[in-house]
């Protein structure tokens, strides 16, 4: 379950990771009660700074996927690990001296989600350069491990701050200084003990060559259709727990963290199930889908806080199930020089379904209430689900009929 941890620049990696993915998820937390403040409790205000955190990826993911390609990746990751750690600072001294207006937050959110665009597809395609292609799957369920684990105790620790140190404004600040762990990961780590692919020349045509790659593979399309759909309401489900635990069952800032955490405790045991698995399969990553989209459905209808606590806990495993296999089935399929590409494709459309999905859930959940934005979403996950295996097999039919022709 834990092999990748032998490599000592790994070991380093994930360290820092624990750190700053706990930062991460006090301000995700902080952030998101700021806003229900500034707006007096708006979901479409919640939704709209979830779309404009994800915005970027859905503009410009693919453009940093070429960047990741072309250039080294640890450099990369340590210049953008720097600038988002300045956003986090930004926010808390708006936040800490009464500054911070709801357009401070959308601002902030933005450009987050434009450093994301370089970050995360260099991120995701610098662990095999750590560990190597026969570690590549436990190192990413291990990664999500951790992430998961911060998402644990990350929300419930913003909880109980909130409430001891009077509102989320130091949330930030804590999250700023959070990143010089991870920076410091990268800056020591022993530079003769990576395997880092030979960077691929600037030229021509590198964006369509990576989209022509994945479109001609269906065992690439599928779980890229796949996780698009499933992306699209996971992101406004977890924006949904802040409306569910407020507004549906009255609960207060250290509640609330609590349901987040119960979310993130599934999240964590599936991806620990995850890494002691040798490789992902399809039936893997259909009943993640299903299961996620039949849980969410489940939890929108939950009579009383404890069962919906309860059903947060399987809802998360099954995410976190369909997400590790797709990454793992993707990273594992694609050629060296065009990991960076296709991750970035990959985050895209991993990411770049909130900026849609999270509107429409916050107007439905602001017209018909919290539970119908919840069922709403379970619903078009389990029928997206459907259109991801109809879609691969038409668009995969045609780039064949048109090479033979």
């Excluded at 990746?73 to 750690?85: D, E, V, W």
């Excluded at 250290?254 to 995850?274: C, D, H, I, Q, T």
């Excluded at 459309?349 to 429409?360: K, N």
């Excluded at 689900?385 to 045609?398: D, H, K, N, P, Y």
């Amino acid at each position: 379950m834990f092999r990748s941890l032998r490599i000592r620049n790994y070991r380093m990696y994930a360290a820092g990771g624990i750190v700053t993915n706990t930062g991460t998820w006090l301000q995700r937390t902080a952030q998101d009660w700021l806003v229900l403040d500034l707006t007096h409790g708006s979901a479409s205000a919640l939704g709209t700074t979830t779309a404009l955190q994800f915005l970027p990826m859905l503009l410009f993911g693919m453009f940093g996927g070429v960047l990741a390609d072309r250039y080294p990746k640890r450099p990369i990751l340590i210049t953008a690990q720097s600038i988002m750690g300045l956003l986090a600072l930004s926010l808390g001294v708006l936040t800490m001296t009464g500054a911070a207006q709801e357009w401070h937050v959308y601002l902030m959110a933005f450009l987050l989600g434009v450093i994301s665009c370089v970050e995360v597809p260099t991120r995701q395609a610098f662990v095999v350069e750590m560990v190597g292609r026969g570690d590549l799957p436990n190192a990413i369920a291990l990664n999500s491990s951790i992430f998961n684990l911060a998402r644990v105790v990350g929300p419930a620790l913003a909880g109980v701050l909130m409430y001891l140190l009077g509102g989320p404004g130091p949330l930030f600040l804590l999250n700023a200084l959070s990143f010089v762990a991870v920076i410091a990961s990268l800056v020591f780590m022993r530079a003769s003990e990576l395997n880092p692919a030979e960077p691929v020349p600037r030229a021509k045509g590198q964006l369509r060559e990576g989209l022509r790659y994945v479109l001609g593979r269906e065992d690439l399309l599928m779980p890229v259709l796949l996780i698009g759909f499933v992306s699209m309401f996971s992101q406004s489900f977890s924006m949904s727990i802040a409306l569910m635990a407020r507004e549906v069952f009255k609960a207060d800032a250290s509640s609330f963290g609590l349901a987040s955490s119960m979310f993130a405790v599934g999240a964590l045991g599936g991806a620990l199930l995850a890494a002691r698995r040798a490789r992902p399969t399809r039936r893997l990553l259909f009943a993640g889908a299903i299961g996620f989209g039949l849980f969410q459905i489940a939890t929108g209808v939950a009579p009383f806080y404890p069962a919906y606590l309860a059903l947060l806990v399987p809802a998360g495993i099954a995410l976190i199930t369909v997400n590790t296999a797709a990454n793992a089935s993707v990273q594992m399929g694609t050629s060296p020089v065009m990991r960076g590409r296709i991750m970035g494709i990959y985050f895209l459309v991993f990411t770049g379904g909130a900026p849609l999905g999270a509107p429409l859930v916050g107007w439905l959940s602001d017209l018909a209430g919290p539970r119908a934005g919840v069922v709403l979403s379970g619903a078009l996950v389990l029928v997206g689900t459907g259109l991801a295996v109809l879609l691969t097999r038409l668009i995969t039919s045609r780039v064949r009929a048109a090479a033979v022709a």
